[in-house]
């Protein structure tokens, strides 16, 4: 993987995608990018409800949303994105 990436990935910490699945999904990101050395290249961030929690669990990376996400398909989300982005 490049260190020349930089990005942001967000995640929604509100109250219904934390319990959805983003609780879980915050620590696998969280080993994602130490594994792979890009702590320093990529902000991760929480923040309040995205006010989309029908669609939830929240993500978005690089300014792109995904919704619906599962945490045990997470690095596949992860993988796709830098794939294709
Ligand atoms: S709690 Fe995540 S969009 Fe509302």
């Given at each position: ?24 999904s915050?620590?696998?990101?969280k ?55």
């Amino acid at each position: 993987m490049s260190q020349t990436l930089t990005g942001e990935i967000v995640i929604c910490m509100g109250s219904s995608c934390f319990s959805r699945g983003n609780k879980h999904s915050l620590e696998l990101i969280k080993n994602y990018l130490k594994e792979r050395g890009l702590e320093d290249t990529f902000r991760f961030r929480g923040a309040h409800c995205f006010g989309d929690c029908e669609l939830g669990p929240v993500l978005i990376i690089d300014g792109i949303r995904y919704t619906k996400v599962q945490s045990d398909n997470i690095t596949e989300l992860l993988d796709n994105h830098f794939a294709n982005h």
